[in-house]
């Protein structure tokens, strides 16, 4: 067992001074003691949030990052873009980059990340010799990061309403349904003997324990044991997989597994649909009984009243990626609204141009100002559940209140910086950033402090004193993708 004190901790909100944290063996806390004195032996931390969740990321967009917005354009030249980087990634190179962006991540303070992932195959759809390759690449970047990882393994079948894949999409698909599912079933059984055999986390079989965590996260209560790669399911969206796929998809799906799709996140997605259906993308997923509590819509940034409705009755999440939709000029979708009829707002980082939680805090409450011409749309206390609660359920990890039970997962956050000094505590969501992430921990353990990761096991030009750097890994990660691009364009890299 391990112990925390916490000078003052965020608990539902509500700044409480003198919080002792209990950790049992599984990395969930075992008692919450405000009011306290610390004791002998205790980790003595700051200003402490609950572990902050990235609810929606794609890594290797990280790679575009300050290398498109020179040229225009929207979201649809933007993508073309993104196809000639994810031409470049094998596993090697994935792995190279997946674990700088995650490294970047936890360092800025995230403690979970849902990778949507759909860079399945090699370029032009052919297999890969060793089964799942990409796949256990982005688990094992993960596992020696010291991340929390929810692999949401993507289903994508088509280039637009009734159109095939393009060769630039052709890495993405599996070619039906039926295909994908098999894959995902045996990805789980593969994902379970690495975790048996990771040295780490090898107490188990990590697919009974994610389906133990899974099953009581729907029911409400908490798991006995900490999984730090699990399993979910996507869906790419209504324009890349037909009704008819989804539903199958549906059926073959565990009911426990948290699934996410992309929602009308263009306003061409929505026409297509409309065209196509004769419905909105919201529409098409309540007819065939999509919308529940345990889909994810990520952006919904473009709605009708109807849609809004029909979310927020299902009950379901929704990813807001608020620098994302920034950037890439997509727009501000109705958040608040969202949340007062019924449903979940969580937040995500989406293509990585910014990683910070704190910022899509902030990113969340300034789009709502922006629209309707007001202050304190969001209080920051629904901001700080909308970036920890709300984003672990998402990500079928549970409740995350530093409450006990919960995933031991914590984030001190500096509270005397130059940009936090004099914030009322429970206004930190709206001051601070990522360069105020002091402490990082992950399952009871320190995993980051004051930006360089402590106890990976990176290599050598990866570490300093024990430490993982960021900045050194994306170096690295992104000199191989630069030169892999320049050996194809027969440039010298």
Known sequence: MAAYWCELALVDGAALPGVRLEVGTDGRLQAVTPRSEPRPGDVRLGTVLPGLANAHSHAFHRALRGRTHDAGGDFWQWREAMYQVAAGLDPKRYFLLARAVFAEMLASGFTAVGEFHYLHHRPGGSRY??????????????REVGIRLVLLDTLYLDGGIGMPLTPAQRAFGDGSAAAWLARWHSLREALGRAATADDGDGDGSQTDRQADSQADARSGTQASTDTRV???????????VSPTAIREALAGLPDAVPLHIHLSEQPQENADCRAAYGRTPTEVLAGIGALAPRLSVVHATHLTDEDVALIGTSEASVVMCPTTEADLGDGIGPALALQRAGARIALGSDQNAVIDPLLEMRGLEAGERLVSGRRGRFTPAELLVAASDHGYAALGLGRQRLIPGDLCDLVEVASDSIRTAGSLPEQLPLTATAADVRRVIVGGRVVADSGVLVGGAGGPDGRASGTLRPEILLRDALAALDGTAALASGERP
């Open 129 to 142: 010799p060793a089964e799942h390759a990409m796949e256990l690449a982005l688990a094992a970047a993960a």
């Open 230 to 240: 699990t399993l979910g399911a996507a869906i790419h969206s209504v324009r890349a």
